[in-house]
C-alpha cells in the first residue's frame, strides 16, 4: 500500500552561525538527532549545488579511512536516523518526503519550500555586489549570522565551503562600505569596513580605507590610530612592514590634506554628550525625570556607589545608603528599583535582593530574595498609598530547579532556559517583554527576544558573540540593543518586531545600552574592557603581565606551571575564539586551533576545546601541534563552559545540559562513545576549576543551585558538605594528598585565596591577589 500524500512541507536549513533546521517555521530538537552522523548527512546534501550525492562520495567525506563494506553500512544507518530525526513517525519502508534514497543518489528534497541560508546569502550577495545595491546588500548581510556550521569547523568536508562564503561576506562588507563612502554616510561605511578588519586583521587594504574614511569622518585623531593598529598587525601577523601606499596615506592624514567632508554631505546618527570622566567602571544607569540620571560607578578601584546626576549643573552626588547596589529600574514618585546584597553567580551573573528606595537612599525597602534582573510595569495603578510598588508589577529573572526562569508576575513563568536571561525590559504599553537570551551560562553571546504575558516567545535576531544592554524606543516600534558578531566592541542596533535589524550607531570601542527616554534620549557607556592573565612564574619574584591580546582568558595551567592554555575571545582573533598555548619558560605563543579552551590532560599532550555553539563536539588539540584533532561524540548534550580531566587522563568530566533541563555534570571517555550523566548529582551543579576531582579520581568539588561548595561520589553516593567553606565561594584545586581545597570568592576584589581543611574546616588565608593598577578591575575571574 502506499502512503497517502502529506501536506505541502517546508524544510528551512541555517548553515551559518548556530545551524538550526525548521519544518514549516517549527524547529527540530536537538534530541531528535540520535546520531551526530545523521545531521552531518543532511549538511552535506544541503551544501552540494544539486542538493545531492552518489553514496560512494557520501562514504568518502564521512568515513574517508573505512572500507567500502563498514562505510556502507554506517551510511545506510545514518540515511535511517536522519530520516527519522525529520519525521519521527515516518513508517518502515515509504519513501521519505525529505531524504530520497536511490541506487546510487542520495538526495535532499522537500514537498514545500526547500530553503537554506548559505544558498541565499551567496545569491542575494552576488546581486548585490553586482548592482551596487546597499539596500540589497544589508538583506544579504543579516543573513549571515557567523561562519558555516561553527560547531563542525574541523569537519574536512566543510572548510572550503567555509571559506569561500567567509571571502564572500569580508566582499560584500567591502562593496558596501564603498558605496556608504560614496554617499557621504560615513558612520555607516566604517562599520562595514571596521568588520572587514577584524576578521581579517592583517588586510591592509581595509585598514587603507578604513583610515581614509575616518579622516573624511573628522575623526583625524581614529584614523591615525588606525594606523598605528595596521602597523601593530602586519608586525604580529605577517612580520611586515606597511606598503608605501599605507604610508603615504598616514603622511596625508597628519598633515592635514585629507579634509574631513563637509557637514552636510555627512549624515550623523547621533549625537553625544559624555557625563562622566573618571577612571573605573560604569555597572548600570537609568534616566529618571526631568533629565537627571541615576548610576552605579566603582571609580579608582574602589567599592560601587550609586549616584545622582543634577541635570542642571552637571554635578553629581552620592545616594547614601547604596554602597554595591545595582540599578534594576527607575520608579515613579522618585523611587528606584535596586538589587542590594549582591553576590557572584557566575559568568556575568549576579544576584541580590529586590529593593525599592527612594532617591536619597531612605526608606529602603526588601522585595525578593535571589533575582538578579528586574523591571516594573509601566503605567500601572498601585494599590497601597504606604506602599506604592506592588511586587505583582514586577517582572523578574532567577533560578528555579536549575533553569533560568523569566516570571511575570512573579511565581508565572513565562520563560525558562538552561543558560541565561539578561536586560528585561517592558514595551511601553507593557504588553510584551524584550530580553537578552544567552544559551552558555557564562558566556554573553546571544540573541534579542520578545514574548507577550502568556509566554509565547520570539527570536527576532541571533547570531551575536556578545549582546549586553536593550531597551525599546520611545515608541515602542523597534527595541534598541548593542552587540557585536565578533571580537567585543558592541554597536548599537534597532530591530523590529518583524525581525528587520538595522545600525543605529558605532564607534571606537564597545557600548552598552542602558535606557532610552520617552522623549527619546540615549543612555550609554563607552566601555574600554579588557581581560588579562598576570602571574608569578617558578623561580621569579615579581608577578609578569601573561595577556596576548585584548581578551586573554586563562583557563589551565600544566602541573609542572611551565604550560598556560587560554581563550583568546576579543578582536584580536577575529570572528572566531583562538585557543593558545604559552610556555611560561620563554614566553612563546602557539594558536592551536579556534574555539574554547576547556582544559589540558594530566600530561599536558592534549587540549580539550568546545567549539562555539550550543549544540557542539568537545574536540581534542594536540599541543605539540604534530597530530590530527580528535573530535569525541556529544550525543544530545549542550556544552557549557567548564570541563576537567580525570586523574588518569582516560575520562573528562563536563558541564552539560539535555533541551530543557538544568546543568548537570557528564563523564566522557576520550576514546568516543555518548557520555554518561552522573545521576547522582541534582541539576543546577557546576564545575569552577579545571582540577575538581580529587587527586584519587573518586570526588568532585561542585557548586550546588544555592551556590554552596558539595563534594560529590564519582560513583553512586550522597555528597558531603565541606565544613569552613561560605556562601558564593568556590573550588580552585585540591592539594596532591586531597585533604584540603582551596577556594575563592569572585564576587570580591582583591581575590583572597583560602586554603579549606576538609576535616576541620580551619580556613587559612593563602593569598590575596590583586593587579598592581587596580584602577577599572571589576573582578578576578579565575585563578589557577
Same mark, same amino acid.
Given at each position: ?39 552531518? #548527512? ?38 535511517? =536516523? ?6 519521527? !513517525?515516518?513508517? /518502515? ?28 546569502? $551567496? ?11 546597499? $539596500?540589497?546588500? @544589508? ?13 563542525? %569547523? ?76 595596521? !602597523? !601593530? ?14 604610508? @603615504?596615506?598616514?603622511?596625508? +592624514? ?17 549625537? =553625544?554628550?559624555?557625563? &562622566? ?14 533629565? %537627571? ?48 546584597? %549582591?553576590?557572584? #553567580? ?19 525597602? $526588601?522585595?525578593?530574595?535571589?533575582? %538578579? ?34 516570571? =511575570? ?6 520563560? @525558562? ?39 509565547? /516567545? ?18 515602542? $516600534?523597534?527595541?534598541? =540593543?548593542?552587540? &557585536?558578531? &565578533? ?69 589551565d595551567l600544566s602541573d609542572d606551571g611551565q604550560m598556560l592554555l587560554f581563550t583568546e575571545a576579543g578582536e584580536g582573533t577575529g570572528m572566531e575564539y583562538g585557543v593558545f598555548l604559552q610556555n611560561l619558560k620563554d614566553s612563546t605563543v602557539r594558536r592551536l586551533g579556534n574555539g574554547s579552551a576547556l582544559a589540558l590532560s594530566p600530561d599536558a599532550r592534549w587540549a580539550l576545546i568546545k567549539t562555539r555553539s550550543p549544540h557542539s563536539h568537545l574536540i581534542l588539540l594536540p599541543t605539540s601541534g604534530k597530530g590530527e584533532p580528535q573530535m569525541l ?74 551556590? +554552596? ?76
Amino acid at each position: 500500500m502506499s502512503r497517502k500524500a502529506s501536506a505541502p512541507s517546508s524544510l528551512e536549513i541555517h548553515l551559518l552561525g548556530p545551524s538550526e533546521i525548521m519544518i514549516d517555521g517549527v524547529p527540530v530538537q536537538e534530541s531528535a538527532w540520535k546520531r551526530p552522523v545523521a545531521k552531518h #548527512l543532511l549538511y552535506l546534501l544541503a551544501l552540494h549545488p544539486h542538493r545531492q550525492l552518489d553514496r560512494e562520495q557520501l562514504m568518502g567525506l564521512l568515513w574517508p579511512e573505512q572500507d567500502t563494506e563498514v562505510a556502507a553500512t554506517k551510511l545506510d544507518k545514518a540515511i535511517h =536516523f536522519a530520516r527519522h530525526a525529520l519525521e519521527p !513517525k515516518l513508517a /518502515k519502508g515509504p519513501d521519505s518526503r525529505f531524504i530520497v534514497r536511490g541506487k546510487q543518489q542520495i538526495l535532499l528534497r522537500a514537498p514545500g519550500r526547500l530553503w537554506i541560508d548559505s544558498e541565499e546569502f $551567496e545569491a542575494q550577495s552576488k546581486d548585490a555586489i553586482k548592482r551596487n545595491d546597499a $539596500e540589497a546588500g @544589508e538583506a544579504a548581510l543579516a543573513l549571515y549570522r557567523g561562519d558555516l556550521l561553527v560547531e563542525n %569547523q574541523y569537519a574536512d568536508w566543510a572548510t572550503s565551503r567555509r571559506e569561500y562564503l567567509r571571502l564572500l561576506h569580508r566582499k560584500l562588507l567591502t562593496k558596501l562600505a564603498q558605496i556608504y563612502e560614496d554617499q557621504g554616510e560615513y558612520q555607516r561605511s566604517i562599520g562595514h569596513i571596521q568588520d572587514v578588519v577584524k576578521d581579517e586583521p592583517t588586510d591592509e587594504r581595509a585598514h587603507r580605507q578604513l583610515m581614509r574614511v575616518l579622516a573624511l569622518a573628522g575623526s583625524k585623531f581614529l584614523a591615525l590610530e588606525q594606523y598605528k593598529q595596521c !602597523k !601593530k598587525a602586519l608586525r604580529r601577523g605577517l612580520d611586515a612592514a606597511p606598503e608605501p601606499s599605507t604610508i @603615504e596615506l598616514g603622511k596625508e +592624514i597628519l598633515h592635514g590634506i585629507i579634509q574631513p567632508a563637509p557637514l552636510q554631505t555627512q549624515n550623523a546618527l547621533a549625537t =553625544f554628550n559624555r557625563l &562622566t570622566f573618571q577612571r573605573g567602571a560604569v555597572r548600570a544607569a537609568r534616566l529618571i525625570a526631568d533629565g %537627571q540620571v541615576v548610576y552605579a560607578a566603582a571609580w579608582k578601584g574602589n567599592q560601587a556607589e550609586t549616584y545622582r546626576r543634577n541635570s542642571v549643573d552637571g554635578a553629581a552626588s552620592v545616594i547614601e545608603g547604596l554602597t554595591g547596589a545595582g540599578i534594576l529600574c527607575a520608579l515613579p514618585s522618585n523611587q528606584l528599583a535596586v538589587s542590594i546584597n %549582591q553576590r557572584f #553567580l557566575q559568568g556575568y551573573i549576579s544576584t541580590g535582593t529586590l529593593a525599592r528606595t527612594r532617591l536619597d537612599g531612605s526608606e529602603t525597602e $526588601e522585595l525578593l530574595p535571589d533575582v %538578579q534582573w528586574a523591571d516594573c510595569l509601566p503605567g500601572v495603578q498601585r494599590r497601597s498609598s504606604k506602599s506604592p510598588i506592588c511586587l505583582d508589577n514586577f517582572l523578574v529573572v532567577r533560578d528555579q530547579g536549575g533553569l533560568n526562569h523569566l516570571e =511575570f508576575p512573579v511565581g508565572n513563568t513565562l520563560y @525558562e532556559t538552561s543558560g541565561w536571561v539578561s536586560h528585561p525590559r517592558f514595551s511601553p504599553r507593557g504588553d510584551l517583554i524584550a530580553f537578552l537570551h544567552h544559551p552558555l551560562a557564562a558566556d554573553d553571546s546571544g540573541a534579542v527576544a520578545v514574548t507577550n504575558l502568556k509566554g509565547e /516567545k520570539r527570536t527576532l535576531s541571533s547570531g551575536w558573540v556578545s549582546a549586553q544592554g536593550l531597551a525599546w524606543s520611545s515608541t515602542g $516600534e523597534e527595541i534598541w =540593543f548593542t552587540a &557585536t558578531k &565578533t571580537g567585543n566592541s558592541r554597536a548599537l542596533y534597532a530591530v523590529t518586531l518583524s525581525g528587520q535589524l538595522r545600525l543605529v550607531h558605532r564607534e571606537a570601542g564597545s557600548l552598552t545600552l542602558h535606557d532610552i527616554s520617552a522623549n527619546g534620549h540615549i543612555l550609554l557607556t563607552r566601555d574600554d574592557t579588557q581581560l588579562g592573565m598576570n602571574g608569578l612564574v617558578a623561580g621569579e619574584t615579581h608577578e609578569r603581565d601573561l595577556s596576548w591580546l585584548d581578551w586573554s582568558l586563562g583557563r589551565d595551567l600544566s602541573d609542572d606551571g611551565q604550560m598556560l592554555l587560554f581563550t583568546e575571545a576579543g578582536e584580536g582573533t577575529g570572528m572566531e575564539y583562538g585557543v593558545f598555548l604559552q610556555n611560561l619558560k620563554d614566553s612563546t605563543v602557539r594558536r592551536l586551533g579556534n574555539g574554547s579552551a576547556l582544559a589540558l590532560s594530566p600530561d599536558a599532550r592534549w587540549a580539550l576545546i568546545k567549539t562555539r555553539s550550543p549544540h557542539s563536539h568537545l574536540i581534542l588539540l594536540p599541543t605539540s601541534g604534530k597530530g590530527e584533532p580528535q573530535m569525541l561524540s556529544n550525543g544530545w548534550v549542550n556544552h557549557q563552559l567548564w570541563a576537567s580531566w580525570f586523574p588518569t587522563g582516560d575520562r573528562i568530566l563536563f558541564v552539560g545540559n539535555e533541551e530543557g533541563r538544568g546543568s548537570r555534570l557528564y563523564v566522557q571517555d576520550i576514546k568516543g562513545g555518548p557520555p554518561q550523566v552522573l545521576k547522582s548529582v541534582p541539576e543546577g551543579t557546576h564545575i569552577f576549576s579545571t582540577n575538581s576531582i580529587s587527586p584519587d579520581g573518586q570526588l568532585i568539588a561542585a557548586t550546588n543551585s544555592d551556590q +554552596i561548595i558539595h563534594l560529590y561520589p564519582v560513583a553512586e553516593g550522597p555528597p558531603r558538605s565541606v565544613p569552613g567553606v561560605l556562601l558564593g565561594e568556590v573550588p580552585i584545586r585540591w592539594s596532591p594528598d586531597g585533604g584540603f581545597l582551596y577556594v575563592f570568592d569572585r564576587g570580591k576584589v582583591p581575590a583572597s585565596v583560602y586554603q579549606i581543611n576538609l576535616v576541620s574546616g580551619a580556613r587559612v588565608l593563602w593569598r590575596e591577589l590583586m593587579p598592581p593598577d587596580s584602577s577599572g578591575v571589576h573582578e578576578i575571574l579565575r585563578v589557577r
